[in-house]
């Protein structure tokens, strides 16, 4: 997606400038696809997830672990469910571009607008570094 350091990102944040995508726009582009991200707080932590179109979520937040979940599209938010408890975060575009690029983003969006994970990038199909996934939760 981008090139730029991952340390300079948070400066293409903008919120009031930068564009929330819809709900279908998220299906599209999560839907089918493993996601590079990292935590705005924890930039050490790369970590990968796949969204398989039947809903099944699985996380892998470092090389010997993976976690199960179920993922969905409620108002215009990913939500999901990683054993008892269930997130909800919009996804942002930024509106600045870094190398011609824009910034894509999650932030939870209760009580103001707070970003917590930058995408580094988006690959088609499941490509978690793991030998095998289950077929259903």
């Not at 997830?49 to 969905?72: C, E, H």
Request: net charge negative; with cysteine.
């Amino acid at each position: 997606m981008s090139d730029i350091p991952y340390y300079e990102k948070p400066k293409f944040i903008n919120v009031p400038a930068d564009e929330r995508l819809s709900g279908v726009d998220i299906s599209l582009l999560l839907s089918g696809q493993t996601v590079i991200s990292r935590s705005i707080d924890e930039t050490a932590a790369m970590q990968y997830s796949f969204f398989k179109r039947d809903g099944l979520l699985a996380i892998n937040p470092r090389p010997d672990r993976l976690v199960l979940g179920r993922w969905r599209i409620e108002r215009d938010q990913l939500c999901y469910q990683l054993g008892n408890e269930e997130f909800c975060s919009a996804l942002f575009r930024s509106s600045a571009q870094a190398n011609g690029v824009h910034i894509y983003y999650f932030a939870r969006v209760e009580d103001g607008i707070n970003p917590t994970v930058f995408i580094d990038d988006i690959q088609r199909g499941d490509t978690i570094p793991i030998e095998r996934l289950p077929k259903a939760l």
